[in-house]
């Protein structure tokens, strides 16, 4: 079970994507300039239009530029983005916008079209390092708290780790035999939410865990105690 990567440095890459088409004329509403942040495994559109909606130009073309970089055609069979691009003229001729899924970090960095600046943020940062010690009891559950500082901040990976004196840290992983059935995780529904439920706890599981996502970590302190419940 992968879980986050810390304390990412984020790169800012200048690009400038175009729409170009031709047979209508591209529609601008707006000149001031919009900044929109996504974050990485989300969802954007990229706008684009001709001022009349029922006019469908003979082609059009997407595509991404990068400084000292060769243009990039943004195309739905490209093994970059296929699957991850979708578009609507097919039923609205005059729209030529584009919908980018599961943003990743290659897509990081801002790019301009129509006045839009579209600010990409991977990664993510930890809401509180800090140790912290937990207390449970054999036979109940404990959730031991890890978090980004953005709840929508989707880590590309993420690990939790059980660290044990001169031996080898053991992966806390849902497919393991030690944790199958043991151990929920939160991020798949709420992206920043690294935490897991550790559940039917014995005093084998009492011990230092690691949350880890890259360089950052937080340590969360597990003791279990007491008589498990009949």
Partial sequence: MELCNPAMTLKTLWLMLFCVSTG?????????????????????????????????????????????QTPEIISTQSDLYRGRVE?????????????????????????????TLLCVSTGCTLS????????????????????????????????????????????????????RGRVEVFNNTSPGNLSILLSDLTEDDQGLYRCQIRHEYRDIILTVKGKRCS
């Fill in 128 to 179: 509180d390092p800090r140790p912290r010690v937990v207390n449970g009891s054999p036979g109940q559950s404990v959730l031991l708290p890890c978090s980004c500082s953005k709840t929508q901040a989707k880590p590309p990976s993420f690990t939790w780790t059980k660290l044990r004196d001169q031996q080898t840290p053991e992966i806390i992983s849902t497919q393991s035999d030690l944790y």
């Fill in 24 to 68: 209508c004329t591209l529609s601008v509403t707006n000149y001031d300039e919009k900044e929109i942040t996504v974050y990485s495994g989300q969802s954007v559109l990229l706008p684009c239009s001709c001022s009349k909606t029922q006019a469908k130009p003979p082609s059009f073309t997407w595509t991404k530029f990068r400084d000292h």
């Fill in 87 to 115: 578009v609507f003229n097919n039923t609205s001729p005059g729209n030529l916008s584009i919908l980018l899924s599961d943003l990743t970090e290659n897509d990081q960095g801002c790019t301009v079209s129509n006045n």
